[in-house]
């Protein structure tokens, strides 16, 4: 459920018309909804109730500080991928002791920023990372707490790119060699083991890989504990898929996971972390944009848009399907039309659907992306010297740009010209 529906004829953001937010930043832009973030983190906290539990969000999916203060407020940790993210996660005001970290490739850079800064725990994803972490630590003369990422070798069922736990990903020990890696973990200085970490992938519409790989880490756990290493903490990783259609898609509810999060691992007496991203963040947010030419083409007809692939990519990266509906709420039964949905790049792959059937829209009408919170503004770039776009905020009746559309004054700044030019 989300919180953007259709309100006296217009596509409303809980209590705010689309219209309004449009005439004032203008379009393209990115709107969340604090109602429907709320929402989702509390489905997260209410499954996992009562176990001990730390539901960190993974800020990579949205990482607008103003997002992560709504989230810290009510208790959420972060799941951090990155030393920018830390101190984007730092910026919202959430404790160190609320942030993991994770990510194959921390850099001895990135463990400083984080030891010095206060962390929860580093997921350590091979054995040179953590023999990096000892030293760090060590010169710091602190002690890193840490889990270690194994990779089950479960298949995800999800898409190749964004699958994590098959023995052929980067992700994670193999779960065989994990017994020799913790004992070289009790043996460095500067660490001390306090869990184990998981996830196998992103956007998975079915519990059955998740079961499987918690099973495995239960027995891990017990394994573990019996070689003397002391477990109290199970970080579960993130990846509960989300619908991206309004028709027959029904992905798992949060609700059904947390009920096998207990039925798997519950009576280890451990600490549950988990880390969603996109649950919490896809259906909280829209991409709202205006057609710019209706274009009759060969046999098919084409609506340009002022959004394009550099402002949402999940479509020509993923081949990933985004719900795309008129802002202004068509009548009942109207006729429909079908179109290619494309943006202005100079490619063939700025195309966001193909034969998409939309009731008639025209030159300034406003279309909105849904499921477009997640992995949308993220993963924006400046291709084609197109600004990234501004992110809005809805709170009930009132709305904040939490970022700014950039001037291209300030985007042409950047570049600098040597002194041999
Ligand atoms: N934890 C770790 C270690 C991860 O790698 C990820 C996502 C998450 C948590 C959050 O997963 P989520 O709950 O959001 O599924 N750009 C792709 C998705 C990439 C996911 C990467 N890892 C997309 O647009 O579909």
Redo the contacts with the bound molecule.
Sequence with gaps: MDHFLYKNGTLHAEDVALTEIAAQVGTPFYVYSTATLTRHYRLFTEALSPLPHLVCF?I??LSNVAVLKTLGNLGAGM?V?SGGEYLRAKAAGVPGDRIVF??VGKTREEMRLALTGGIRQF?VESEPEMRALSEIATSLGVTAPIAVRVNPDVDAKT?E??A?GKKENKFGIPIARASQVYAEAARLPGLQVVGIDV?I????TELEPFEQAYLKIADLTRRLRSEGHTITRLDL?????IPYTRSNEAPPLPTDYGALIKRTVGDLGCEVEI?????ISGNAGLLVASVIYVKNGEGRDFLILDAAMNDLV?PS??G?HHDIVPVMEPPVAAPTQEFDIVGPVCETGDTFAKGRDLPLVAEGDLVAFRSAG??GAV?ASEYNTRPLIPEVLVNGDHFAVIRARPSFDEILKRDTIPSWL
């Design positions: 993974a990579k999916s799941d991928v994770s990510g997921n898409h790119k964004i994590t996830h992938g992103s956007q998975l990783g993130g990846g509960l898929g880390e969603p991203g996109r649950l999940r990266m993923y990933a997640a992995y993963m």
